[in-house]
């Protein structure tokens, strides 16, 4: 079993709605989480960073952490096309480092 | 501001041919590494550097070796390529190396596409 699991999709919706992404994981050791966007033919960059439990919020997109359940999501606010691309979740603390979900594709249909 | 920045960007070789993959990064970063992209298998971690002249290796190491001779450059080498090494390769950087309550995030580049027939 991956530490870090996440649906591969594809997920579809329709431009302005509301996306959630989610990752669940299983090492208790993991304290920080983050979640990187990767557009075809390029590299990941990041795009949140969090390290407690909670929201954590940047513009449209928000991060949440529960780590009493260890499912991390984030969430899209007036989704545009331009949000399509791969999104990564990966997290870290453990003796291996940074332990990275095999990544959601998300596409948003004008 | 280049960030990292990986050379060459695709590569058709044949099998048992070698060649080195570059990447450099600007951004004064202590650690260093090298993933592998597969289609269904994510991000896997084939070699990190955490300060410059040391390297270790990660999950998928065997049939690549690496070099840290300056802080700013990882080289990642294919001693006799494999069909088995097709995929897309990133470089990424981080100021603190990547464990225990260090959480440096990882930067990025672009990728090299290598094809191996």
């Known amino acids: 079993q991956k530490e870090v699991e996440q649906d591969p999709g594809p997920l579809s919706v329709p431009e302005g709605a509301i996306v959630s992404l989610n990752c669940t994981y299983s090492?208790?050791?993991?304290?920080?989480f983050m979640w990187y966007r990767q557009y075809s033919r390029k590299g990941p960059e990041l795009l949140m960073y969090?390290?407690?439990?909670g929201n954590k919020e940047d513009g449209r997109f928000t991060a949440q952490v529960d780590k009493s359940s260890k499912y991390i999501s984030l969430f899209i606010r007036d989704s545009q096309p331009s949000d399509s691309a791969t999104y990564l979740c990966?997290?870290?603390?453990?003796?291996?480092?940074?332990?990275f979900g095999k990544g959601t594709h998300l596409i948003i249909q004008p | 501001n280049a960030g990292v920045t990986q050379t060459p960007k695709f590569q058709v070789l044949k099998t048992g041919q070698s060649m080195t993959l570059q990447c450099a990064q600007d951004?004064?970063?202590?650690?260093m590494y090298w993933y592998r992209q597969d289609p269904g298998m994510g991000l896997r971690l084939i070699y990190y550097?955490?300060?410059?002249?040391?390297?270790d290796k990660g999950e998928v190491p065997d049939g690549y070796n690496v070099s840290r001779l300056k802080k700013q450059n990882f080289l990642l080498g294919l001693e006799s390529a494999a069909p088995s090494q097709t995929s897309v390769y990133f470089c990424?950087?981080?100021?603190?190396?990547?464990?225990?309550?260090?959480?440096?995030?990882?930067?990025f580049g672009n990728g090299t596409r290598l094809t191996v027939t």
């Open positions: 090492n208790s050791a993991f304290q920080y």
């Open positions: 550097s955490a300060s410059e002249g040391t390297t």
């Open positions: 990966a997290s870290g603390g453990g003796a291996d480092g940074l332990t």
């Open positions: 969090t390290y407690s439990s």
């Open positions: 951004m004064n970063h202590n650690s």
């Open positions: 990424a950087s981080s100021y603190l190396r990547q464990t225990g309550g260090n959480n440096s995030p990882l930067h």
